[in-house]
């Protein structure tokens, strides 16, 4: 049993304890009275309010710097990378499936925009083999790239893209670059790289990407602007049924890097492509 004289101490510890929140005697809380506690949290006011004007500023002078249409540094992909459509490296199918893995429908999503009815709305008297060039306009025009010049792989003379026939086509076309101009007559070389005969066919013919339409003026400035396309149709035979082949394809007669052994993809493509009956 506790001693009366532990009372009048445990009574004092309770009330000190009290007091270092708040003191009725001095009216401070948590040791502060309400000036000192105004003058504090007015300092803190003032200094965030100074970090975040210093931000502001900093950012909106930077932002001077930049260009709406073009990016400050560009010297990082001075070539272009090589794609493909179907969006996949190991294109897998059967000839005895109607739906041929998706791939079908893949080409034709993604040659929508190239429907010749809307680009008709483009410009249709671009000069063959000349950059349009259109420095002096703000609102860049676009040079028409009409599905209709990839022929047999079009999707409008043959619904399944010669999938059904097992002579699949890819289309190819290099990654957008602001600025871009490419010497030479670029055109897409493809060839399998294990011993074996293969013919191939190339849309537009011989597979040339045309000058006009370079360069590119970036997605703000050049809106509408579609990448010039280059479908290749592999005729595969009875013979290539069931097996697997790789085949790699490369921007060939221009300056654009397609050699690079750090980087795979600049300027050429490695796909495989596997047919079964």
Not at 35 to 46: K, M, T
Not at 80 to 88: D, E, K, Q, Y
Not at 128 to 146: A, H
Not at 185 to 191: A, F, K, S
Request: proline letters at 4%; charged letters at 25%; a positive charge.
């Amino acid at each position: 049993m506790a001693s009366t004289e532990d009372k009048p101490a445990n009574k004092e510890n309770a009330s000190s304890w009290k007091d270092s929140i708040y003191n009725p005697r001095t009216g401070e809380l948590l040791g502060r009275t309400a000036s000192s506690w105004a003058l504090i949290l007015l300092f803190y006011l003032v200094f965030y309010c100074f970090l975040a004007g210093m931000f502001a500023l900093t950012m909106w002078v930077m932002l001077l710097t930049l260009d709406d249409y073009v990016p400050r540094y560009r010297d990082r992909v001075p070539s272009p990378g090589l794609v493909i459509r179907p969006n996949t490296m190991e294109i897998t199918f059967s000839k005895s499936d109607t739906k041929y893995n998706g791939y079908v429908s893949q080409l034709e999503s993604f040659l929508q925009r190239y429907n010749d009815t809307l680009q008709e709305q483009n410009v249709q008297d671009c000069v063959k083999g000349q950059y349009f060039l259109q420095d002096d306009v703000e609102e860049k025009k676009v040079c028409s790239f009409k599905r209709g010049l990839l022929k047999a792989c079009s999707g409008y003379s043959d619904s399944s893209f010669g999938y059904a026939d097992g002579q699949p086509c890819i289309l190819l076309k290099l990654n957008r670059i602001i600025g871009l101009m490419p010497r030479g007559e670029p055109y897409i070389n493809c060839t399998v790289k294990v011993n074996f005969s293969m013919q191939m066919a190339y849309y537009p013919d011989e597979g040339r990407i045309d000058k006009k339409y370079f360069p590119y003026y970036g997605k703000k400035a050049h809106e509408n602007y579609v990448q010039p396309l280059v479908a290749v149709k592999l005729l595969l035979e009875k013979d290539h049924m069931n097996k697997e082949h790789s085949v790699e394809c490369r921007v060939d007669g221009t300056n654009l890097r397609n050699n690079d052994e750090r980087d795979k993809w600049l300027g050429r493509v490695s796909f495989k492509v596997k047919v079964m009956e």
